[in-house]
T-cell receptor, first 112, second 118 residues
Framework: KQEVTQIPAALSVPEGENLVLNCSFT??????LQWFRQDPGKGLTSLLL?????REQTSGRLNASLDKSSGRSTLYIAASQPGDSATYLC???????????FGKGITLSVRP | DTGVSQDPRHKITKRGQNVTFRCDPI?????LYWYRQTLGQGPEFLTY????????KSRLLSDRFSAERPKGSFSTLEIQRTEQGDSAMYLC????????????????FGPGTRLTVL
């Protein structure tokens, strides 16, 4: 059974800091990995998707990497801003049509 | 707005009542997923449709839960005889089929329906 872990559960950083959010998964036979952002009481916003054959994806200040063999992904946020404060969730799928298995998320607070 | 929409956004009900939620996926997406999220947890998969066919159901989906997608467009999720443990955010997501040009099965989520069972 696939399990996804995100540690720590919460993180507080000063504005402007570059930061890395970690995600690990137990079964390396994944199809893709998605990073999401969730604001309090809201739905999920897709940030980046990495196919299993890819090593990284970039969007603006965000860069996600994938090391499938070691079961790890990182989300790098450059020059963090207070508006980046949210919960960041990592999720993996194990097939082209399959469901996502989520971690519990990392709640990020960026202090002005 | 062409995103996934869900209705209602909030629902408060008494234990034992039935509730029904609706999800409208992005129009060209033939795959639709339901997830449930409780406080402090990541979303958990409930069920999945491809067009009108329900292809997978989680063990979380007890016999009090039923989902339909009668014409392959919108979907409904009904909970009968609600219990306090059903209180959660119910999230709907949709995606394009593989081979349609969106190869990656990227799932797009709606705003969710927050259910509170008193």
């Amino acid at each position: 059974k696939q399990e996804v872990t995100q540690i720590p559960a919460a993180l507080s950083v000063p504005e402007g800091e570059n930061l890395v959010l970690n995600c690990s998964f137990t079964d390396s036979a994944i199809y893709n990995l998605q990073w999401f952002r969730q604001d309090p009481g809201k739905g999920l916003t897709s940030l980046l998707l990495i196919q299993s054959s890819q090593r990284e994806q970039t969007s603006g200040r965000l860069n996600a990497s994938l090391d499938k063999s070691s079961g790890r992904s990182t989300l790098y946020i450059a020059a963090s801003q207070p508006g980046d404060s949210a919960t960041y969730l990592c999720a993996v799928s194990t097939g082209a049509n399959s469901k996502l298995t989520f971690g519990k998320g990392i709640t990020l607070s960026v202090r002005p | 707005d062409t995103g996934v929409s869900q209705d209602p956004r909030h629902k408060i009900t008494k234990r034992g009542q039935n509730v029904t939620f609706r999800c409208d996926p992005i129009s060209e997406h033939n795959r639709l997923y339901w997830y449930r999220q409780t406080l402090g947890q990541g979303p958990e998969f409930l069920t999945y449709f491809q067009n009108e066919a329900q292809l997978e159901k989680s063990r979380l989906l007890s016999d009090r839960f039923s989902a339909e997608r009668p014409k392959g467009s919108f979907s409904t999720l009904e909970i009968q005889r609600t219990e306090q443990g059903d209180s959660a955010m119910y999230l709907c997501a949709s995606s394009l089929p593989v081979g349609s040009g969106q190869y990656y099965n990227e799932q797009f989520f709606g705003p969710g329906t927050r259910l509170t069972v008193l």
